[in-house]
């Protein structure tokens, strides 16, 4: 289910829901119907393709109540929605700014190239400049900064494995342990994970090959949907379709993770932009990676860091407003609390 958010034109199989006459009442339809998706989905028919007809749709209950108190909810959950939205578009721009600079200071070279015309790199402050040398060297993929070298991934990087507990141990799971699958990858644009579907219990990291990933891991998807990328924004444990890598020798998460993004990235152009159909830890000895000094990895992460911490902040602040939303609808349908008083939640900050 998505939120349509310009003019589309849509194909079979897909059903566009609105209100017939009052378009303001959409964020309350939007939640009605995402209450009620359990239920459809219980009901859909279909063993290959699960599919719901346009009948279960229309047969949705909708709440009896006056318009001015549906219009007055809808406006509740619309700030709560516009405020989610606000966020999502931030973390677009921000982890925008965070690419930029790595291309710019690892795969254009811009600031050696500066220093090499006798400019001053742009928006680089005189310590960070002093880091990056001022001229090239040849090497065998072309001019490189003078002092970088040309390596392998796995060079500056641990590689941690993760596993499945047995399923059939019910005290294995449903504890307060993230565990994460390539179902839980995040947008690009988002970064982090913050949460996970599913969940494990100490006994269940005890018991199987999963372990405890720190905070700043990547996480990278191996097999299945191959090279979904992630930052754990919190401690989690992982299955064994995914790796977590950490960096090695002082070079740090965020470096690692953009480093990961870039190699991913090379991997489908070789493969002509087809999904790769594994990666295995052999693949980290054979990809090869221009490496700067770890002076200047470092330096990266010190600049782009606020802008990650706002992203994942952005993240933590759109989940306390959806589960506001989400406790919010059933409680004004049934009177149970006044529109002012939700007024009030929608207004104040997470």
């Known amino acids: 289910m998505n939120w349509a958010d310009q003019e589309y034109a849509i194909g079979r199989g897909v059903a566009a829901i609105r209100h017939k006459s009052w378009p303001e009442l959409q964020p309350l339809i939007r939640a009605v119907i995402e209450d009620s998706l359990p239920s459809l989905l219980a009901q859909a028919t279909g063993s290959t393709f699960p599919n719901v007809s346009s009948q279960q749709l229309s047969s949705i209950p909708f709440p009896d109540i006056p318009v001015n108190d549906q219009r007055a909810i809808a406006h509740i959950l619309g700030a709560l929605d516009d405020k989610i939205e606000l966020n999502r578009k931030m973390n677009e721009t921000l982890e925008a700014m965070a690419r930029a600079i790595f291309k710019s200071w ?66 294995y799971w449903d504890g ?29 990291v005890e018991s199987s090959a ?102 994942s902040a952005n993240l933590f602040e759109s989940r306390t407003l959806a589960a506001i939303r989400d406790a919010l609808l059933p409680k004004l349908l049934s009177g149970e609390i006044r529109v002012g008083a939700a007024e009030k939640f929608a207004e104040a900050p997470a």
């Open 106 to 171: 690892f795969v254009d070279f811009d600031p050696v190239r500066a220093k090499a015309e006798g400019r001053a790199p742009a928006g680089m402050d005189p310590e960070t400049a002093a880091l990056f040398p001022e001229s090239f060297q040849d090497s065998e993929i072309g001019e490189v900064p003078r002092g970088w070298r040309e390596g392998v991934i796995n060079e500056s990087i641990e590689i941690l494995s993760g596993g499945t507990p047995k399923t059939s141990v019910t005290e």
């Open 210 to 311: 999963t372990q405890i990933l720190p905070m700043g891991t990547t996480i990278i998807t191996a097999r299945g949907t191959v090279g979904k990328l992630a930052l754990t924004a919190v401690p989690m444990a992982m299955n064994q379709s995914c790796y977590g890598v950490r960096g090695t020798h002082g070079y740090p998460d965020l470096f690692t993770y953009y480093s990961l993004r870039k190699v991913v990235g090379d991997l489908q152009q070789q493969t002509h932009g087809t999904v790769f159909s594994t990666i295995t830890r052999q693949t980290f000895t054979t990809v090869k990676a221009l490496v700067p000094p770890v002076t200047q990895a470092q330096a990266f992460d010190r600049s782009v860091e606020p802008l990650l911490n706002r992203i």
């Open 176 to 204: 307060n342990i993230p565990w994460y699958s390539v179902e839980d990858a995040p947008n690009d644009h988002d970064v982090f994970v913050i949460d996970t579907k599913r969940h494990i219990a100490a006994a269940g």
